[in-house]
């Protein structure tokens, strides 16, 4: 992120935003199970991008005690990752909590290897919780909605009749209604709003102005927010579907106009209100990335622009993150940084081959494109090693079988196990194998992704150091 970028997200915050009692919450309890172990706790910076940021971390002491202190402006949603298990819990400011951890299950090698393995979630409990707890409420109705939402979803996908959103909602009501919490009055319409938008219930322009226009943003309640990135998934694309929205791609692709794309959203009457508008052009962008539909360069302009014109704190969180998120596999930003083990047990970086082009490539032994491009890499190598470095992540499940192949082959450039940080297939977004990038001397990407060996990567090497005067 350049620093001028994040020097006026500063900047910003601190002239727009009053100041803010922030609240200590407290969180102990005694996990045997867990002893000498540290426990993370974390929130989400926002739920468009699902930016992690850590709360706390809890020492766990030889008898399994702990305690920490999370600081926190807002109810927040909580979460640590316990082997297995995502556990959370909502924690409302100045309170203390004293929770009961399920029994430590680390995850199996496997399974730890696995970045897309998903965890069992699981409420965390709290000792003596009161009926009228925050905890207990959405628990309790979170059992009793799931009970009949997938049975009604599934039911009106299949054109079946059965009980209606609207009587799941009005006997939920008739049950909770007592309570008067306004976070968990909002969790409760937002999930009935959730049901009769995947019940095919109501169009999605009802729902918009029934849920979304003209009512306050609620960026923390997990609820709100999982109706709107699914009301709003892929919204250009939609829109620009429609009469009113044929402009889009122009504004956009062509245009780099922040300006006149908001005129153009201007036409659906549901995002007059600016602060809903810029919330749903922000998740706009965020998915604009993830598609080829739209110029990558022209969103991040058009997210540059918003960043500089919004006076909403949370928007320029949002657009942090989106930035942060997106470019760190664009050409001219730096990748997410790694420490990686080779075969002889030496942690190694990206900084270790300072001076040299990198040309990075992830792989598996008993892949065999893998294999077939390996005979030429080892020609790469031996041409320009004075000048490229050429390094292969190995995602093989056991580092053995690594070290048994290169002990058979001999290959002699650097191999690295992907074993001690297994969520780096997702930092450069693998998702086959061999995946290529050419990586410079200041540690910016070149080419992502770049191309095989098999594809000519030694022409555009050679055409890229001849652009900037190298030969």
């Known amino acids: 992120m350049p620093s001028r970028f994040a020097t006026l997200l500063v900047l910003i915050i601190l002239a727009i935003v009053p100041t803010v009692a922030v609240g200590q919450v407290t969180l102990l309890g005694n996990a045997p199970t867990y002893s000498n172990q540290t426990i993370i706790f974390y929130r989400y910076a926002d739920l468009v991008t699902n930016t992690e940021e850590i709360l706390a971390k809890c020492e766990v002491d030889p008898n399994g005690d702990f305690q920490c202190e999370l600081k926190i402006d807002e109810i927040s949603f909580v979460y640590s990752t316990l082997g297995i298990y995502h556990a959370y819990i909502f924690v409302e400011p100045r309170k203390t909590y004293r929770i009961v951890l399920p029994e430590s299950e680390p995850k199996t090698e496997v399974q730890r290897l696995n970045p897309f393995f998903s965890e069992t979630e699981v409420h965390i409990g709290i000792e003596q919780m009161q009926p009228n707890d925050l905890n207990y409420l959405i628990s309790s109705f979170d059992l009793a909605f799931n009970e009949k939402f997938d049975k009604i979803v599934r039911e009106a996908y299949d054109g079946v009749e059965s009980m209606s959103a609207d009587s799941l909602a009005n006997g939920l009501e008739r049950r909770f209604s007592q309570y008067n919490h306004p976070f968990f009055e909002a969790y409760r319409t937002y999930r009935y709003g959730l049901l009769k938008q995947l019940a095919l219930m109501q169009q999605s322009r009802s729902i918009s102005k029934n849920y979304f226009a003209n009512k306050p943003i ?144 992830f792989c598996t032994t008993t892949s065999y494109s893998c294999l077939q491009e390996f005979s030429l890499l080892e020609k790469l190598y031996e041409k320009h090693k004075k000048r490229l470095e050429i390094v292969t992540i190995s995602v093989d499940s056991d580092i053995n079988d690594l070290k048994n192949f290169l002990e058979q082959t001999e290959y002699q450039w650097t191999f690295l196990h992907y074993g001690n940080k297994p969520e780096i297939i997702k930092d450069f977004d693998i998702r086959a194998y061999p995946t290529y990038f050419l990586i410079g001397p200041d540690r910016r990407l070149i080419l992502s992704p770049a191309p095989t060996p098999r594809e000519n990567f030694e022409i555009q090497f050679f055409n890229y150091l001849r652009s900037i005067g190298e030969i």
């Open 218 to 361: 609620l960026y923390n309640n997990p609820s709100y927010m999982e109706l709107f990135n699914l009301l709003y998934d892929k919204y250009f694309l939609f829109f620009a579907r429609s009469g009113n929205g044929n402009d889009i791609y122009g504004n956009i692709t062509n245009e780099h106009s922040y300006t006149n794309l908001k005129r153009t959203l201007a036409r659906d009457d549901v995002l007059a209100n600016d602060t809903l508008m810029e919330m749903v052009i922000l998740k706009g962008l965020h998915d604009g990335f993830f598609d080829d539909k739209f110029s990558r360069k022209a969103l991040l302009s058009i997210l540059d622009s918003l960043y500089r014109s919004t006076t909403i704190p949370e928007h320029l969180m949002i657009a942090e993150n989106i930035r942060s998120k997106v470019t760190r596999l664009l050409a001219g930003f730096v990748p997410t940084p790694f420490e990686l083990y080779s075969i002889d047990g030496q942690l190694m970086s990206l900084n270790d081959f300072k001076g040299k082009y990198v040309y990075l490539n």
